[in-house]
């Protein structure tokens, strides 16, 4: 029992391990078929050329063997024939079958239809048989072989009722196995009917359709191998100017401009290869123009900023010192001192933004990450806008873990997203409370806001993070903003390696998450929160029922977040 229950356990895992590597080459081939032009083009062209060449192969074997049996037929008829006239003759002379020559011209006459050898086994046989004189006439074969076997009871039959016909019977005469075509003619006498048959051996001819066979299907083999051969070449000829025009757009995409195909002739791929080089090198000029510009632009607006920077203190010092005066003006002139400073502070936040902005674009940004809690972070960005919540009426909710969230980021620019993203909730909250929810897992934290303002319409949050966008230019900014600070926020996450996305629904108010690496450099896959809140309601029903699709800026071009209304995670696909 041990025995066959170890053998049976030896065979089931020699069956899965055999199951495995069939399924591995299944995915090796379906992978090869899927990326290879040339393997589907020589294989598609290998099938229907053996369809086609092996239908034709059977067609032409079939004729020929209809034909070297119908020439058989014809030349065993005639011999029929002219052996049914010649017999008729010779038994003409008797009128009775007991008459005492009559065997022996019947032995004669089958010895002279046969070729006069009476040895020979394995030409044509001829057999006179006399089935109505039983006991009287004994049959007569030449050779002297038994042919009782290869005359069906249906010839016998309809050559006894006075018709000639035939048949091809399989059997053995005095030696193999053969192939014989049996013809049988009936032969009219004075003292009744006897039947006269020929048994013509188709070794012959199966051996010639054979070897035509074996031709036919020869030459098809290789014509199919020279039409793979032919396929291959051509589809080599075509698809090679394809992988390196292919190869060639993949360095391009890499940022090696100068890179260009090889033009040989003067066919239709090498106008394919000048056209592709044409257009490389217009892309390469406008590229260059276009980063020459943009570079133009950002130190026009670095040196615009620092330029700025002089006027702007001596601008402020006399603010400040008609603002510590304004007691004594009369009320009109110490309201435009108020707004004179309140808007020098603006004008100087905006400098320091597109001065942060500028850095950004110019690639100098550097990250200081170190071990931070996060925690006290979050305490004080909700005191320090504590003062513009409770003016504009809005309540700051903070839910935050009991115990410390330690992760490596740089403290001073994760405050400033966190900053904006509060002091955004705060400005579309409309009265209503702003929570701030902190929380983390062994790979990443993640911190939300979310706000009960207005909400985004579809689409708007993909737009939220674009520089000076807002959702409804008549709105007043109560914060005083610049209209930079999502945009440089979305550039501090993404210089952590961190994901910053955006939710929203008109009436159901807007929701932000930043994810960030617990280890500095580690790829995000997931966040310990989740982007759409557990009180949204879904389009599919409701907030617990179905999914919803939110699309944000996440760490490249856009993030898509299928969220399901249950669940602790999500999927997350970045570009």
């Not at 017999?87 to 010895?111: M, R, W």
């Not at 490389?280 to 920077?309: C, G, K, P, Y």
Request: no cysteine; charged share 20%; net charge neutral.
């Amino acid at each position: 029992m041990r025995a066959a229950r170890a053998l049976w356990r030896a065979a089931r895992a020699l069956w899965r391990a055999l199951a495995a590597h069939v399924a591995g080459l299944a995915g090796a081939v379906h992978q090869t078929w899927r990326r290879s032009l040339q393997v589907r083009v020589v294989t598609i062209t290998l099938v229907a050329s053996s369809l086609l060449v092996g239908g034709f192969a059977y067609l032409i074997a079939d004729k020929i063997t209809s034909i070297l049996l119908e020439n058989t037929e014809t030349d065993v008829l005639g011999r029929l024939r002219n052996g049914s006239e010649y017999a008729s003759k010779q038994f003409s002379l008797y009128s009775q079958p007991q008459e005492a020559q009559l065997q022996d011209t019947i032995d004669g006459t089958v010895n002279y239809l046969a070729g006069g050898d009476p040895a020979q086994t394995n030409g044509v046989v001829v057999a006179i048989t006399a089935d109505n004189f039983t006991g009287t006439i004994q049959p007569r074969t030449s050779p002297d072989v038994q042919v009782r076997p290869l005359i069906g009871s249906e010839l016998r039959a309809t050559v006894a009722a006075g018709n000639v016909a035939h048949q091809v019977r399989t059997g053995t005469l005095g030696g193999e196995r053969t192939k014989y075509l049996v013809y049988g003619s009936p032969v009219p006498t004075r003292f009744g009917q006897v039947e006269l048959y020929y048994l013509v051996p188709l070794a012959r001819q199966d051996a010639t359709a054979a070897d035509a066979r074996a031709t036919v299907v020869a030459t098809g083999a290789a014509l199919v191998l020279l039409l793979g051969l032919l396929a291959a070449l051509v589809t080599r000829l075509v698809v090679t100017p394809v992988r390196v025009a292919a190869r060639t757009a993949q360095r391009l995409s890499a940022g090696l401009l100068d890179q260009r195909m090889v033009v040989n002739g003067e066919d239709d791929l090498a106008l394919l290869a000048a056209s592709f080089n044409q257009m490389a090198t217009n892309l390469q000029r406008q590229i260059l123009r276009l980063e020459e510009m943009s570079r133009l632009q950002r130190r026009f607006t670095s040196d615009v900023s620092h330029e700025l920077r002089t006027p702007l203190t001596t601008v402020r010092m006399a603010a400040d010192l008609i603002f510590a005066e304004r007691d004594e003006f009369d009320p009109a002139v110490a309201r435009s001192a108020e707004l004179l400073q309140a808007e020098l502070d603006r004008f100087e936040e905006l400098l320091t933004d597109l001065l942060e902005i500028s850095r950004f674009d110019a690639g100098f940004a550097v990250l200081d990450s170190e071990p931070t809690d996060l925690v006290p972070v979050v305490h004080r960005v909700a005191e320090r806008l504590g003062g513009l919540a409770e003016r504009v009426g809005v309540a700051l909710e903070l839910d935050l873990p009991d115990t410390p969230v330690i992760a490596e980021v740089d403290p001073r620019r994760v405050e400033r997203v966190l900053r904006n993203l509060v002091g955004n909730g705060v400005e579309h909250g409309e009265a209503k409370p702003v929570r701030i929810t902190l929380g983390m897992d062994q790979n990443a934290v993640a911190i939300t806001v979310r706000d009960h303002g207005v909400g985004l319409k579809p689409g708007e949050e993909k737009l939220v993070f674009n520089r000076f966008w807002r959702a409804d230019p008549s709105r007043a900014r109560q914060t005083g903003g610049t209209g930079l600070g999502l945009s440089i926020s979305l550039e501090d996450a993404r210089l952590h390696g961190g994901w910053l996305e955006a939710w929203g629904a008109p009436g159901q108010g807007a929701q932000f998450r930043l994810t960030l690496p617990a280890r500095s450099g580690d790829r995000l896959t997931t966040s310990p929160l989740r982007l759409v809140p557990a009180d949204a309601a879904l389009p599919f029903g409701g907030p617990r029922d179905g999914g919803l699709l939110a699309i944000g800026p996440g760490s490249g071009a856009g993030t898509l977040a299928i969220g399901p209304a249950e669940g602790a995670d999500r999927a997350e696909v970045t570009s």
